[in-house]
């Protein structure tokens, strides 16, 4: 098993590219795993048999939302990121639920925004303004943040941090040295 410091900071070219398309693709999968729950719990709250959030659109998308970022929590620690998770997991795990509370966030305006400015209340408004327009847009934020800020691998010193994401972007380390 190659240890965090080679993973995260591949020397070539092609391996930071070949670096970036298996997180990716991790992270899509992982991703389109927990678009299948949140989106299926979402019909199920909002449109299924039962429709206990019948006409609540945005608390039947948290509480869909909610159980969907817990599974894709600890998918991602094991799996997409596991040479890069913190030592300290609660921390860890609040920097993921932040991410995950913008991503919601921003499902959340598409929600509202189709329902008081467009007049849109049906299930086929209600499923493209979260899962298609909402969720495309989280995703990318999400994927940015757990990058750059939730799963980082073991920190050793803030100069160190800087020149470890300016390597990442392709650019040269700058590290300073004092005398």
């Known amino acids: 098993m190659p240890d965090a410091s080679s993973s995260s900071s591949p020397k070539t070219l092609r391996e930071r590219i070949q670096a970036w398309v298996k997180e990716f693709v991790q992270f899509g999968l992982v991703g389109a795993t927990a678009f299948v729950i949140d989106m299926g719990l979402f019909n199920l709250f909002q449109h299924g048999p039962l429709g206990f959030l019948s006409g609540h659109p945005n ?3 948290v509480c869909s939302a909610t159980i969907a970022t817990f599974y894709s929590w600890v998918a991602n ?3 997409t990121y596991r040479g890069r998770t913190q030592d300290n997991a609660a921390r860890e ?4 639920a932040f991410a995950n509370i913008g991503g919601v966030g921003i499902t959340q ?3 509202l925004f189709t329902h008081h400015i467009l007049h849109m209340h049906g299930p086929l408004a209600d499923n ?3 899962y ?3 969720f495309g847009l989280g995703t990318a934020f ?3 943040f757990y990058h750059y800020i939730v799963f980082t691998g073991h920190k050793q010193t803030p100069a160190l941090e ?3 994401l300016a390597s990442a972007l392709g650019g040269p380390p700058e590290i300073e040295i004092d005398d």
Request: a positive charge; glycine letters at 8%; one cysteine or more.
């Open 59 to 61: 608390t039947a998308n």
């Open 93 to 96: 795990a609040i920097l993921f």
């Open 128 to 130: 493209v303004a979260a």
């Open 142 to 144: 999400r994927f940015i």
């Open 132 to 134: 298609v327009v909402g």
């Open 162 to 164: 800087g020149a470890e």
């Open 109 to 111: 305006f598409c929600l």
């Open 77 to 79: 620690r094991l799996w």
